[in-house]
């Protein structure tokens, strides 16, 4: 959108680092289309794309020979603008127009994480319903069904629910601000290969957020 700028990082596979040392640009969106699988990764809500744990992702992935690009949504780290589910998703689909130009016949994935999961599945639905178009991909990591369940349910919260205004103050208040994230929803009608990552001790997001996003699957078909 214009005066929105977004920052993203662009790692190559492991096996050609050494190439990459020192190579411009245009060398970058070139090695896009050499057959190797493009990550579209999109991080959880804390922090930005340099927090350790994700450059870890980014290491670990790389070692695997995926391309990745890791950005940071709008009003985070080094991106202009303001949080917005809209413009989170806008971003999103920007990036992967980017990325399909540039990368011939090499497959391009979703891979959310915790907050990234809601606007994975956003992003995917939007190309299959607007535009017909299907992502290679979703990968969905610690994902929830929708956001207002979600901040319900997550442990940082347990402390606040029991004072009478918790609803109004912090639920209602995600809906006011058009903040909804329906994984729940968009997951029953995408036609794309979908795998949910989910640890059974997971601090922040409760494992049972994913069982359910994988029965609604298995409710829709």
Same mark, same amino acid.
């Given at each position: #959108? *214009?005066?929105?700028?977004?920052?993203?990082?662009?790692?190559?596979?492991?096996?050609?680092?050494? #190439?990459?040392?020192?190579?411009? +640009?245009?060398?970058?969106?070139?090695?896009?289309?050499?057959?190797?699988?493009?990550?579209?990764?999109?991080?959880?809500?804390?922090?930005?794309?340099?927090?350790?744990?994700?450059?870890?992702?980014?290491?670990?992935?790389?070692?695997?020979?995926?391309?990745?690009?890791?950005?940071?949504? +709008?009003?985070?780290?080094?991106?202009?603008?303001?949080?917005?589910?809209?413009?989170?998703?806008?971003? /999103?689909?920007?990036?992967?127009?980017?990325?399909?130009?540039?990368?011939?016949?090499?497959?391009?994935?979703?891979?959310?994480?915790?907050?990234?999961?809601?606007?994975?599945?956003?992003?995917? +639905?939007?190309?299959?319903?607007?535009?017909? /178009?299907?992502?290679?991909?979703?990968?969905? #990591?610690?994902?929830?069904?929708?956001?207002?369940?979600?901040?319900?349910? /997550?442990?940082?919260?347990?402390?606040?629910?029991?004072?009478?205004?918790?609803?109004?103050?912090?639920?209602?208040?995600?809906?006011?601000?058009?903040?909804?994230?329906?994984?729940?929803?968009?997951?029953?009608?995408?036609?794309? *290969?979908?795998?949910?990552?989910?640890?059974?001790?997971?601090?922040?997001?409760?494992?049972?957020?994913? +069982?359910?996003?994988?029965?609604?699957?298995?409710?829709?078909?």
């Amino acid at each position: #959108e *214009p005066g929105v700028t977004v920052g993203i990082w662009h790692t190559v596979p492991g096996s050609r680092g050494a #190439e990459a040392w020192g190579k411009d +640009r245009r060398w970058y969106e070139e090695a896009l289309a050499d057959a190797h699988p493009v990550i579209i990764y999109l991080h959880g809500n804390g922090g930005t794309r340099a927090a350790s744990h994700r450059v870890q992702f980014l290491k670990t992935m790389g070692a695997a020979d995926f391309h990745i690009l890791a950005l940071d949504y +709008r009003g985070y780290g080094d991106s202009s603008g303001h949080p917005t589910e809209s413009g989170f998703t806008t971003d /999103v689909l920007a990036l992967y127009d980017w990325a399909k130009a540039r990368s011939g016949n090499s497959s391009i994935l979703f891979w959310g994480h915790s907050l990234g999961t809601g606007i994975a599945t956003n992003a995917a +639905r939007k190309l299959q319903e607007e535009r017909g /178009v299907q992502v290679d991909a979703v990968v969905l #990591e610690s994902p929830y069904t929708n956001i207002r369940e979600a901040a319900a349910h /997550v442990p940082i919260t347990k402390i606040y629910r029991q004072f009478p205004g918790f609803t109004y103050l912090i639920l209602d208040s995600l809906a006011l601000g058009n903040m909804f994230f329906r994984s729940d929803e968009n997951v029953k009608v995408l036609g794309c *290969p979908l795998l949910i990552l989910h640890a059974e001790d997971d601090a922040v997001l409760p494992s049972d957020q994913g +069982r359910k996003v994988g029965t609604t699957i298995a409710s829709a078909w």
